[in-house]
């Protein structure tokens, strides 16, 4: 296999200094006026020795890599494999490439993350934290742009992109009262997560403008499978009394199926159901599944956007008046969408008894 020509074999060929060749190739040429007939000739050496400059040592030079790190907290959840995807094709458009670490939401692991992504120079950062703790970030972010997609600190200047996630489960209570049902169990996420703690309030709050607030439900510790599972063996163990499931994830709504499926309860004869993601498997299952379903590509699209406007490489008026949602000077918050299936069902004895 041939070497790769370096700009030391351009300059042997034509005669020329390795200095001259060098400010041709980094498109300095007219800088530092050098001949057009100079230029031609350095190109078509270049072209016929198959040289490849290097881009990195280029941007390295510049101070800037042209690379974003992206932290997700789980590549099992489906919702961060989409972020993960939305948030590259984002950054592809402006001649970004994104490294994607898994923090397997782990502190400790997203702490190891991010000294890796320093140490690989990244230009900024976009990131769903795992951990609760808001300064570390705030500190690094005077080093390196950062921004937060989904989760976000509370009383805390780091410009975030999410969903109205309070909203979202406002109305996808609210629609669950109004086909009938009095007796809904939640199911959430990590419970110090900024939106299970907003989906919680959220759910809470339909419940008491309905007059149901004694009869709220709320169990669960993750977004997963196996929570959405256990979690919902155990109210039906328990003989506790439910007409429908709020599942605050798309992986707790997978394993709250199985279980009431292990169950032999039917959706949504027995029990209705409501998931707080959409996901294109969603409408394939029996029956489809109604959800808040987010707007990852806005959210994702707003996150980039920002990002790039810290590190001075887009439109910034044009980025800023894209993003209709801003609600304060750091926070991007965009209203999600309730999709209505087949798995509400009303309820008949709408007294609850």
Not at 13 to 33: C, D, F, M, P
Not at 59 to 81: D, M
Not at 133 to 149: G, K, M, N, S, T
Request: glycine residues 6%.
């Amino acid at each position: 296999m041939a070497k790769p020509s370096k700009l030391a074999d351009i300059a042997r060929k034509t005669g020329l200094s390795i200095t001259t060749v060098s400010r041709v190739i980094n498109g300095k040429a007219e800088q530092y006026r050098i001949s057009k007939k100079t230029q031609i000739i350095v190109q078509n050496t270049a072209k016929e020795l198959e040289y490849t400059p290097n881009m990195f040592a280029q941007y390295l030079r510049n101070n800037y890599t042209k690379t974003i790190g992206l932290l997700l907290p789980s590549f099992e959840n489906p919702f961060f494999a989409s972020i993960a995807a939305a948030v590259i094709r984002e950054a592809a458009k402006s001649g970004y490439t994104v490294m994607v670490l898994d923090t397997r939401e782990s502190p400790d692991e997203e702490k190891r993350a991010l000294e890796t992504l320093k140490s690989r120079r990244v230009d900024g950062i976009v990131m769903v934290p795992c951990g609760y703790e808001a300064e570390p970030l705030e500190l690094l972010d005077q080093e390196i742009p950062l921004v937060l997609i989904d989760r976000y600190f509370e009383n805390s200047n780091l410009t975030c992109a999410c969903t109205d996630n309070f909203r979202g489960a406002y109305d996808a209570t609210k629609k669950l009262i109004e086909a009938g049902h009095k007796d809904i169990l939640c199911i959430r996420g990590v419970p110090r997560a900024i939106t299970s703690v907003r989906r919680v309030d959220g759910y809470l709050a339909a419940l008491d403008d309905a007059g149901l607030i004694e009869k709220a439900m709320i169990c669960g510790n993750d977004f997963s499978i196996d929570n959405g599972y256990l979690q919902t063996q155990l109210a039906i163990s328990s003989g506790k009394r439910f007409t429908a499931i709020f599942a605050l994830s798309g992986t707790n709504l997978l394993g709250s199926m199985r279980a009431l499926r292990d169950h032999n309860l039917k959706v949504p004869e027995d029990v209705s159901l409501i998931s707080f993601d959409d996901n294109v498997y969603l409408n394939y299952l029996n029956p489809p599944i109604s959800c808040v379903s987010q707007p990852l590509d806005l959210i994702s699209k707003a996150a980039v956007d920002q990002l790039l406007i810290r590190l001075g490489y887009t439109n910034r008026q044009e980025a800023e008046s894209s993003q209709v949602y801003l609600t304060k000077t750091n926070m991007i918050e965009i209203p999600p969408l309730i999709i209505l299936r087949d798995s509400i069902s009303m309820r008949t004895d709408i007294s609850g008894n």
